[in-house]
């Protein structure tokens, strides 16, 4: 059992080495960044991507559309990196076929915000390297993971992902008490 916990702490450390915000690279990762106007009001609902074990990012960036390294809503601001070793087959062969098998599969899709979207192509690849020995991902449970789970990728990131909640909200409290005052 030792030797398993070794080697899980060995590949995560050697992943975690070669994440990359500058370059874009985040192997192992989900990576997620906020949709203008959409996350300013909800600001844990944003796009969502998944990575190669190399950090190449695919993202279900529209209708029959899997992007490549070209996220829809621009650079990842929060990244979540995953353990490979919990993979089922194990290995980064297995990761980047199920990663490859569910973009495939979302080019030939409609997306829908609510309920065939780019957290949907995630799931679907994580269930299909039957992840943490589950098949049960899904649009919510990457959602809320995500969120609490997420790493932002800078100061500035941070700020891009809730300022502009924090504004929205100052601006709502300021009328509210101005119109209850006068």
Known sequence: MADVEKETMRNYHLASEKIDPGAGRFPYCIVWTPIPV??????????????????????????????????AFGKPTKYWMLDVSKVYSSGSNAWDTAVHDASEEYKHRMHNLCCDNCHSHVAMALNLMRYENSTSWNM?????????????VSCAAFLKTWLPFLVLVVLAVTLTLAITLS
């Open 140 to 152: 919510v449970n990457l959602c809320l993971l995500a969120l609490i789970r997420g790493k932002h």
């Open 38 to 71: 959409l996350s300013w009001l909800l600001p844990f609902i944003g796009h969502m991507g998944i990575c190669t074990s190399t950090g190449i990012i695919r993202d279900f960036a529209g209708p029959y559309y899997v992007s490549e390294d070209n996220m």
